[in-house]
C-alpha cells in the first residue's frame, strides 16, 4: 500500500526532530514550524531545479465563441497547441481527409522499392505544414502562469473540437518524495530551516540567569550553521545531484 502525502511529511519531520536530538531533548518547534520549513524546501526546490517539472499532454474542448480557459493549477507553460486538422475543419469529430494524402503513403512509402522515397514524403510534409499555417492548422495562444488562463487568439466557430495541449506542469508532492534522488535533498533543507529557526528564537535571549553564572544560548552558531547548510545544498541543486538536466537559463 503506497503511503499517503501526510504520512510522506510526516515521516521528513520525524526524520527533522531526530536530527536536532528531539528523542533526547526537547526541542522548541510546533507543527507550524515543520510545516514552514518544510513548505519553504518545496518551494526552493521547484524554483532552481528542472526535476520538480515534468512534460505532459492535456486535452481541451473548445467551445463556440469562448477564447478564454482556465487549466489546472499545476500546468506553468503551454509549449505548443495540436489539431487534428490542418484548419478548414471543425467540430467533435473533425479531421482532415485529403485522398492525396492518402496516395502518398500508397505509393511513396509502403512501396518505395518502386516510386518515390523519403524525399518525396518529406516534401508532401513541408507541404502539410504550409497549409496549416495558411488555412488556421496553427492556433495561436497566449498564456499566463499565474492565472492559468489559456486565451486562444483564433475565434472558434465550432463546438466540441479536441484540441492537444503540449504542456510543463509540476510534478505532485508524493512524487518528489518518494523520488530517491529527491527526497534526501528536501530532508536535508527543512532541516536547515528548521535550524534555522530555532537559531532566530536562541539569538532573542543570548543567555539565560541562572545560579551558576547563567547558560549562553547558541542561537548566533545555529544560524550560521543553517545558512551554510542551505548554500551547500542549493550547490548540489547546480551539481545536478538530483537528476535534474541543465539548466536552459542562465542564474546570475
Known amino acids: 500500500m503506497s503511503d499517503t502525502l501526510t504520512?510522506?511529511?510526516?515521516?521528513?519531520?520525524?526524520?527533522?526532530?531526530?536530527?536536532?536530538?528531539?528523542?533526547?531533548?526537547d526541542v522548541e518547534l510546533n507543527a507550524p514550524d515543520y510545516e514552514v520549513a518544510y513548505e519553504q524546501a518545496v518551494l526552493t526546490y521547484r524554483q532552481r531545479a528542472q526535476n520538480a517539472y515534468e512534460e505532459a499532454y492535456n486535452f481541451i474542448t473548445l467551445q463556440s465563441d469562448l477564447t478564454h480557459y482556465t487549466l489546472p493549477q499545476e500546468i506553468y507553460n503551454v509549449r505548443q497547441i495540436f489539431r487534428r486538422t490542418i484548419g478548414f475543419a471543425q467540430g467533435p469529430f473533425s479531421q482532415s481527409f485529403d485522398p492525396f494524402s492518402s496516395a502518398i503513403m500508397n505509393t511513396y512509402l509502403l512501396n518505395f522499392n518502386y516510386s518515390g522515397g523519403l524525399a518525396t514524403y518529406d516534401f508532401y510534409t513541408q507541404y502539410v505544414e504550409q497549409a496549416a499555417r495558411m488555412f488556421g492548422g496553427f492556433i495561436n495562444y497566449t498564456y499566463n502562469p499565474v492565472t492559468k488562463v489559456l486565451h486562444i487568439i483564433n475565434y472558434p466557430k465550432g463546438e466540441g473540437e479536441v484540441i492537444l495541449l503540449w504542456c510543463d506542469q509540476m510534478r505532485p508532492e508524493i512524487q518528489l518524495l518518494t523520488d530517491y534522488r529527491i527526497l534526501p535533498w528536501i530532508?536535508?533543507?527543512?532541516?536547515?530551516?528548521?535550524?534555522?529557526?530555532?537559531?532566530?528564537?536562541?539569538?532573542?535571549?543570548?543567555?539565560i540567569a541562572g545560579p551558576g553564572g547563567g547558560t549562553t544560548l547558541n542561537g548566533a552558531q545555529l544560524k550560521a550553521e543553517a545558512k551554510e547548510d542551505m548554500a551547500k545544498l542549493i550547490d548540489d541543486l547546480q551539481k545536478y545531484v538530483d537528476g535534474s538536466q541543465p539548466y536552459y537559463w542562465v542564474q546570475g
Open 7 to 25: 504520512n510522506l511529511k510526516s515521516k521528513v519531520f520525524d526524520y527533522v526532530n531526530t536530527r536536532l536530538g528531539g528523542n533526547l531533548v
Open 187 to 207: 530532508r536535508d533543507y527543512t532541516y536547515a530551516v528548521c535550524k534555522q529557526i530555532i537559531g532566530e528564537a536562541r539569538e532573542k535571549f543570548n543567555s
